[in-house]
Protein backbone atom coordinates (compact mmCIF):
# COMPACT_ATOMS: atom_id res chain seq x y z
CA UNK A 1 0.00 0.00 0.00
CA UNK A 2 0.97 3.63 -0.82
CA UNK A 3 -0.48 5.75 1.32
CA UNK A 4 -1.86 9.09 -0.02
CA UNK A 5 -2.95 12.37 0.48
CA UNK A 6 -5.34 14.64 -2.28
CA UNK A 7 -3.59 18.19 -3.17
CA UNK A 8 -4.96 21.02 -5.48
CA UNK A 9 -1.97 22.85 -6.28
CA UNK A 10 -0.08 25.55 -4.38
CA UNK A 11 -2.35 28.06 -6.23
CA UNK A 12 -5.21 26.60 -4.87
CA UNK A 13 -4.76 24.48 -1.55
CA UNK A 14 -4.37 26.27 1.61
CA UNK A 15 -2.19 23.06 2.97
CA UNK A 16 1.53 23.17 2.22
CA UNK A 17 3.42 20.45 0.57
CA UNK A 18 5.71 20.35 4.13
CA UNK A 19 2.45 19.95 5.82
CA UNK A 20 1.58 16.76 3.78
CA UNK A 21 5.22 15.41 4.20
CA UNK A 22 4.55 15.50 8.29
CA UNK A 23 1.88 12.82 8.16
CA UNK A 24 3.66 9.78 9.11
CA UNK A 25 3.35 7.26 6.25
CA UNK A 26 2.69 9.73 3.90
CA UNK A 27 4.29 8.52 0.25
CA UNK A 28 3.06 10.90 -2.22
CA UNK A 29 -0.06 12.47 -3.06
CA UNK A 30 -3.15 11.96 -5.83
CA UNK A 31 -2.67 15.49 -7.29
CA UNK A 32 -4.54 17.46 -10.14
CA UNK A 33 -4.08 20.41 -11.75
CA UNK A 34 -7.28 22.40 -11.89
CA UNK A 35 -8.16 22.84 -16.35
CA UNK A 36 -11.06 22.63 -17.56
CA UNK A 37 -13.04 19.24 -18.65
CA UNK A 38 -11.69 18.39 -22.86
CA UNK A 39 -8.13 20.94 -22.37
CA UNK A 40 -5.09 18.92 -22.77
CA UNK A 41 -3.06 19.09 -19.63
CA UNK A 42 0.20 20.73 -21.48
CA UNK A 43 3.84 19.42 -20.17
CA UNK A 44 4.96 22.11 -19.32
CA UNK A 45 2.53 22.55 -16.37
CA UNK A 46 2.71 18.68 -15.50
CA UNK A 47 6.17 19.28 -14.99
CA UNK A 48 5.78 22.38 -12.54
CA UNK A 49 3.38 20.58 -10.54
CA UNK A 50 5.48 17.38 -10.57
CA UNK A 51 8.87 19.22 -9.64
CA UNK A 52 7.10 20.81 -6.87
CA UNK A 53 5.91 17.87 -5.15
CA UNK A 54 9.25 15.94 -5.77
CA UNK A 55 11.02 19.19 -4.56
CA UNK A 56 8.78 18.55 -1.23
CA UNK A 57 10.00 14.61 -1.24
CA UNK A 58 6.70 13.45 -2.02
CA UNK A 59 5.99 11.10 -4.54
CA UNK A 60 3.25 12.21 -7.47
CA UNK A 61 2.52 8.85 -9.12
CA UNK A 62 -1.75 9.17 -9.37
CA UNK A 63 -3.75 11.52 -11.34
CA UNK A 64 -7.41 12.44 -10.02
CA UNK A 65 -9.60 14.64 -11.80
CA UNK A 66 -8.56 14.75 -15.49
CA UNK A 67 -12.14 15.00 -16.15
CA UNK A 68 -14.09 13.36 -19.14
CA UNK A 69 -16.11 15.88 -21.39
CA UNK A 70 -19.57 15.76 -21.47
CA UNK A 71 -19.77 15.69 -25.04
CA UNK A 72 -18.05 12.01 -24.56
CA UNK A 73 -20.51 10.81 -22.26
CA UNK A 74 -23.22 11.82 -24.48
CA UNK A 75 -22.35 11.05 -27.91
CA UNK A 76 -22.13 13.97 -29.73
CA UNK A 77 -20.22 14.36 -32.67
CA UNK A 78 -17.42 16.46 -30.79
CA UNK A 79 -16.26 13.68 -28.41
CA UNK A 80 -13.31 12.26 -30.95
CA UNK A 81 -12.01 16.07 -30.65
CA UNK A 82 -12.22 15.57 -26.97
CA UNK A 83 -10.95 12.00 -27.37
CA UNK A 84 -7.88 13.27 -28.98
CA UNK A 85 -6.89 15.99 -26.78
CA UNK A 86 -7.39 13.14 -23.57
CA UNK A 87 -5.51 10.87 -25.22
CA UNK A 88 -2.39 13.85 -25.60
CA UNK A 89 -2.82 14.17 -21.70
CA UNK A 90 -2.05 10.43 -20.90
CA UNK A 91 1.01 10.43 -22.93
CA UNK A 92 1.96 13.98 -21.43
CA UNK A 93 1.14 12.35 -17.71
CA UNK A 94 3.30 9.17 -18.46
CA UNK A 95 6.17 11.23 -19.33
CA UNK A 96 6.76 12.48 -15.95
CA UNK A 97 6.10 9.24 -14.21
CA UNK A 98 2.14 9.16 -14.04
CA UNK A 99 0.84 5.58 -13.31
CA UNK A 100 -2.92 6.15 -12.64
CA UNK A 101 -5.45 8.41 -14.08
CA UNK A 102 -8.47 8.20 -11.48
CA UNK A 103 -11.87 9.49 -13.27
CA UNK A 104 -15.19 8.98 -13.58
CA UNK A 105 -18.53 8.87 -16.28
CA UNK A 106 -20.82 10.72 -14.03
CA UNK A 107 -23.21 12.64 -16.50
CA UNK A 108 -22.92 16.55 -14.83
CA UNK A 109 -22.76 16.45 -11.34
CA UNK A 110 -19.58 14.46 -9.89
CA UNK A 111 -20.57 14.30 -6.54
CA UNK A 112 -23.73 15.68 -4.75
CA UNK A 113 -24.48 16.92 -1.23
CA UNK A 114 -27.41 18.97 0.32
CA UNK A 115 -25.13 20.20 2.87
CA UNK A 116 -21.31 20.88 2.78
CA UNK A 117 -21.08 21.68 6.55
CA UNK A 118 -23.73 19.58 9.20
CA UNK A 119 -22.63 19.99 12.31
CA UNK A 120 -22.24 16.35 13.96
CA UNK A 121 -24.20 16.84 17.12
CA UNK A 122 -22.00 14.46 19.10
CA UNK A 123 -18.35 16.30 18.83
CA UNK A 124 -19.49 19.76 17.40
CA UNK A 125 -17.55 18.95 13.99
CA UNK A 126 -19.10 19.37 10.96
CA UNK A 127 -18.95 17.27 7.33
CA UNK A 128 -20.26 16.74 4.27
CA UNK A 129 -24.23 15.50 4.25
CA UNK A 130 -26.91 14.38 2.26
CA UNK A 131 -30.56 13.77 2.33
CA UNK A 132 -32.46 12.68 -1.19
CA UNK A 133 -36.30 14.49 0.26
CA UNK A 134 -34.18 17.72 0.55
CA UNK A 135 -33.45 17.65 -3.25
CA UNK A 136 -37.17 17.65 -3.99
CA UNK A 137 -37.32 21.12 -2.43
CA UNK A 138 -34.35 22.65 -4.45
CA UNK A 139 -34.11 20.73 -8.03
CA UNK A 140 -30.62 21.27 -9.76
CA UNK A 141 -30.36 24.63 -10.06
CA UNK A 142 -30.51 25.50 -6.15
CA UNK A 143 -28.35 22.52 -5.09
CA UNK A 144 -25.87 24.21 -7.62
CA UNK A 145 -26.15 27.93 -6.45
CA UNK A 146 -26.41 26.57 -2.95
CA UNK A 147 -23.46 24.56 -3.31
CA UNK A 148 -21.43 28.05 -4.83
CA UNK A 149 -22.29 29.54 -2.01
CA UNK A 150 -21.07 27.22 1.05
CA UNK A 151 -17.77 26.21 -0.71
CA UNK A 152 -15.87 29.14 1.46
CA UNK A 153 -14.81 30.67 -1.84
CA UNK A 154 -12.36 27.58 -3.43
CA UNK A 155 -13.48 25.32 -6.34
CA UNK A 156 -14.96 21.70 -5.73
CA UNK A 157 -13.90 18.46 -7.90
CA UNK A 158 -16.85 18.19 -10.60
CA UNK A 159 -18.54 21.70 -9.60
CA UNK A 160 -16.42 24.00 -12.06
CA UNK A 161 -18.15 27.12 -12.87
CA UNK A 162 -17.42 26.24 -16.59
CA UNK A 163 -19.21 23.23 -16.01
CA UNK A 164 -21.99 24.33 -14.80
CA UNK A 165 -22.58 27.20 -16.35
CA UNK A 166 -24.70 25.48 -19.26
CA UNK A 167 -26.34 23.22 -16.81
CA UNK A 168 -29.98 23.64 -17.90
CA UNK A 169 -28.93 23.10 -21.30
CA UNK A 170 -26.95 20.12 -20.20
CA UNK A 171 -29.68 18.34 -18.52
CA UNK A 172 -32.16 18.62 -21.44
CA UNK A 173 -29.66 17.27 -23.68
CA UNK A 174 -29.50 14.14 -21.52
CA UNK A 175 -32.99 13.31 -22.16
CA UNK A 176 -33.13 10.23 -23.11
CA UNK A 177 -30.17 9.09 -22.75
CA UNK A 178 -30.34 5.59 -21.28
CA UNK A 179 -27.91 3.66 -18.72
CA UNK A 180 -27.32 1.68 -22.24
CA UNK A 181 -26.42 4.13 -24.27
CA UNK A 182 -24.12 5.71 -21.39
CA UNK A 183 -22.64 2.51 -21.47
CA UNK A 184 -22.48 2.24 -24.96
CA UNK A 185 -20.79 5.95 -25.09
CA UNK A 186 -18.08 4.68 -22.27
CA UNK A 187 -17.04 2.00 -24.34
CA UNK A 188 -16.71 4.09 -27.24
CA UNK A 189 -14.53 6.56 -24.87
CA UNK A 190 -12.50 3.34 -23.49
CA UNK A 191 -11.51 1.43 -26.39
CA UNK A 192 -10.04 5.01 -27.58
CA UNK A 193 -8.27 5.50 -25.18
CA UNK A 194 -7.21 1.84 -22.96
CA UNK A 195 -4.33 1.02 -26.03
CA UNK A 196 -2.99 3.91 -25.27
CA UNK A 197 -2.31 3.86 -21.58
CA UNK A 198 -1.36 0.11 -22.42
CA UNK A 199 1.46 1.11 -25.00
CA UNK A 200 2.71 4.44 -21.98
CA UNK A 201 1.70 2.21 -18.95
CA UNK A 202 -0.81 4.40 -17.42
CA UNK A 203 -3.70 2.49 -15.43
CA UNK A 204 -7.27 4.42 -15.75
CA UNK A 205 -8.83 3.95 -12.46
CA UNK A 206 -13.03 4.54 -12.75
CA UNK A 207 -14.00 6.40 -9.37
CA UNK A 208 -17.60 5.54 -8.65
CA UNK A 209 -21.07 7.68 -8.61
CA UNK A 210 -21.57 9.78 -5.30
CA UNK A 211 -23.82 8.94 -3.70
CA UNK A 212 -24.53 5.26 -5.49
CA UNK A 213 -28.00 5.81 -7.14
CA UNK A 214 -29.40 7.78 -10.10
CA UNK A 215 -30.06 11.79 -9.58
CA UNK A 216 -32.41 14.06 -11.05
CA UNK A 217 -33.31 11.37 -13.82
CA UNK A 218 -29.82 11.02 -15.01
CA UNK A 219 -28.47 7.97 -16.02
CA UNK A 220 -25.56 6.69 -13.67
CA UNK A 221 -24.23 3.16 -14.28
CA UNK A 222 -20.86 2.78 -11.67
CA UNK A 223 -22.66 2.19 -7.80
CA UNK A 224 -22.30 -1.33 -7.85
CA UNK A 225 -20.24 -4.19 -8.14
CA UNK A 226 -23.24 -5.47 -11.26
CA UNK A 227 -22.11 -2.33 -12.76
CA UNK A 228 -18.01 -2.42 -12.20
CA UNK A 229 -18.42 -5.86 -13.60
CA UNK A 230 -19.72 -4.12 -16.82
CA UNK A 231 -17.16 -1.59 -16.90
CA UNK A 232 -14.42 -4.02 -16.91
CA UNK A 233 -15.92 -5.75 -19.40
CA UNK A 234 -16.30 -2.73 -21.84
CA UNK A 235 -12.69 -3.21 -22.65
CA UNK A 236 -11.18 -6.08 -21.10
CA UNK A 237 -7.47 -5.23 -20.31
CA UNK A 238 -5.37 -4.37 -17.02
CA UNK A 239 -5.33 -0.88 -17.53
CA UNK A 240 -9.13 -0.77 -17.35
CA UNK A 241 -9.18 -0.10 -13.49
CA UNK A 242 -11.19 1.26 -10.84
CA UNK A 243 -11.18 3.42 -7.94
CA UNK A 244 -12.82 1.60 -5.08
CA UNK A 245 -13.94 4.91 -2.64
CA UNK A 246 -15.60 3.41 0.11
CA UNK A 247 -17.78 6.28 0.91
CA UNK A 248 -19.24 7.18 -2.42
CA UNK A 249 -19.87 2.95 -2.54
CA UNK A 250 -20.71 2.76 1.45
CA UNK A 251 -23.05 5.62 0.70
CA UNK A 252 -25.70 2.61 -0.12
CA UNK A 253 -25.73 -0.15 2.75
CA UNK A 254 -26.58 -2.51 0.04
CA UNK A 255 -23.05 -2.11 -1.08
CA UNK A 256 -21.00 -4.58 0.67
CA UNK A 257 -18.08 -3.03 0.24
CA UNK A 258 -14.92 -5.56 1.79
CA UNK A 259 -16.75 -8.23 -0.67
CA UNK A 260 -16.57 -5.86 -3.63
CA UNK A 261 -12.78 -5.01 -2.88
CA UNK A 262 -11.90 -8.16 -2.68
CA UNK A 263 -14.05 -9.51 -5.93
CA UNK A 264 -11.91 -6.79 -7.96
CA UNK A 265 -8.86 -7.30 -6.26
CA UNK A 266 -8.59 -10.84 -7.19
CA UNK A 267 -9.39 -9.56 -10.56
CA UNK A 268 -6.30 -6.98 -10.47
CA UNK A 269 -8.39 -4.02 -11.50
CA UNK A 270 -8.14 -1.95 -8.23
CA UNK A 271 -6.29 1.03 -9.65
CA UNK A 272 -6.37 3.28 -6.14
CA UNK A 273 -8.33 3.07 -3.36
CA UNK A 274 -10.36 6.84 -1.64
CA UNK A 275 -10.98 5.34 2.23
CA UNK A 276 -13.29 7.03 4.27
CA UNK A 277 -16.34 6.00 6.64
CA UNK A 278 -20.52 7.04 6.45
CA UNK A 279 -23.00 7.56 8.71
CA UNK A 280 -26.72 6.14 7.90
CA UNK A 281 -29.56 8.02 9.05
CA UNK A 282 -31.97 6.81 7.04
CA UNK A 283 -33.08 6.10 3.26
CA UNK A 284 -30.69 8.01 1.07
CA UNK A 285 -29.43 9.85 3.85
CA UNK A 286 -26.03 9.96 5.55
CA UNK A 287 -23.14 11.91 6.28
CA UNK A 288 -19.47 11.79 6.50
CA UNK A 289 -18.42 10.54 9.40
CA UNK A 290 -14.83 10.62 11.05
CA UNK A 291 -12.28 7.28 9.50
CA UNK A 292 -12.83 4.95 12.90
CA UNK A 293 -15.03 2.04 12.11
CA UNK A 294 -17.17 2.89 15.30
CA UNK A 295 -18.12 6.47 14.34
CA UNK A 296 -19.79 5.60 11.22
CA UNK A 297 -21.58 2.51 9.51
CA UNK A 298 -18.36 1.18 7.70
CA UNK A 299 -15.73 -1.96 8.93
CA UNK A 300 -12.67 -0.16 7.92
CA UNK A 301 -10.61 -3.38 9.64
CA UNK A 302 -12.75 -5.12 7.27
CA UNK A 303 -11.69 -2.74 4.18
CA UNK A 304 -7.95 -2.58 5.12
CA UNK A 305 -8.03 -6.77 5.64
CA UNK A 306 -9.42 -7.07 2.03
CA UNK A 307 -6.97 -4.53 0.96
CA UNK A 308 -4.28 -6.24 2.19
CA UNK A 309 -5.13 -9.63 1.12
CA UNK A 310 -6.23 -9.03 -2.75
CA UNK A 311 -4.64 -5.60 -3.39
CA UNK A 312 -1.68 -4.82 -1.02
CA UNK A 313 -0.01 -2.91 -3.58
CA UNK A 314 -2.52 -0.10 -4.91
CA UNK A 315 -2.52 3.48 -3.62
CA UNK A 316 -4.44 4.59 -1.12
CA UNK A 317 -5.89 8.05 0.27
CA UNK A 318 -7.93 8.98 3.61
CA UNK A 319 -10.73 10.70 1.81
CA UNK A 320 -13.45 13.35 2.76
CA UNK A 321 -12.76 14.83 6.50
CA UNK A 322 -14.34 16.43 8.66
CA UNK A 323 -13.68 20.38 10.04
CA UNK A 324 -12.52 19.50 13.42
CA UNK A 325 -10.64 22.20 15.73
CA UNK A 326 -12.31 25.55 13.84
CA UNK A 327 -10.16 24.80 10.58
CA UNK A 328 -11.78 26.85 7.79
CA UNK A 329 -11.19 24.94 3.91
CA UNK A 330 -12.29 23.39 1.24
CA UNK A 331 -15.17 21.34 2.58
CA UNK A 332 -14.41 17.82 2.79
CA UNK A 333 -10.68 18.74 2.20
CA UNK A 334 -9.23 20.08 5.46
CA UNK A 335 -5.74 18.64 7.02
CA UNK A 336 -6.70 17.88 10.36
CA UNK A 337 -9.52 15.13 10.21
CA UNK A 338 -7.76 13.54 6.84
CA UNK A 339 -4.34 13.63 8.66
CA UNK A 340 -6.17 11.78 11.48
CA UNK A 341 -7.51 9.25 9.33
CA UNK A 342 -4.30 8.29 7.32
CA UNK A 343 -2.92 7.69 10.83
CA UNK A 344 -5.73 5.37 11.40
CA UNK A 345 -5.77 3.67 8.04
CA UNK A 346 -1.83 3.11 8.64
CA UNK A 347 -2.56 2.15 12.54
CA UNK A 348 -4.96 -0.85 10.70
CA UNK A 349 -2.46 -2.11 7.70
CA UNK A 350 0.71 -2.10 10.22
CA UNK A 351 -1.78 -4.41 12.56
CA UNK A 352 -2.90 -6.22 9.77
CA UNK A 353 0.60 -6.79 8.74
CA UNK A 354 1.89 -7.62 11.82
CA UNK A 355 -1.22 -10.31 12.04
CA UNK A 356 -0.12 -11.88 9.02
CA UNK A 357 3.92 -12.27 10.01
CA UNK A 358 2.73 -14.61 12.60
Known sequence: M???????????????????????????????????????????????????????????????????????????????????????????????????????????FDWLRTDLAREIPEDGSNSLYFNEEDLGEMGPMEIVRRTAEDSKGFTLPGWEPERLALLETTLKQYEGITPD???????????????????????????PDDPAWPIFGLPRIAHSQEDYDKIVKLHDSPANTLCLCTGSLGSNPAND???????????????????????????????????????????????????????PDTYVRPDHGRMIWDEVGRPGYGLYDRALGACYINGLWEAICKENAK
Not at 14 to 43: C, F, N, T
Not at 266 to 283: C, I, W
Request: glycine share 6%.
Open 2 to 108: KMTFRWYGSQSDPIPLKYVKQIPGMSGLMGLLDKPAGVVWEEDEIKALVDEVHAAGLELEVIESVNVHEDIKMGLPTRDEYIANYITTIRNLAKYGVKVIVYNFMPI
Open 181 to 207: ILRENYKYFLDAVIPVCEEVGIRMACH
Open 257 to 311: IPAIIRHFGEMDRSGAMHVRNVKYLGYRHFREAAHLSSTGDLDLYEIMKAIYDTC
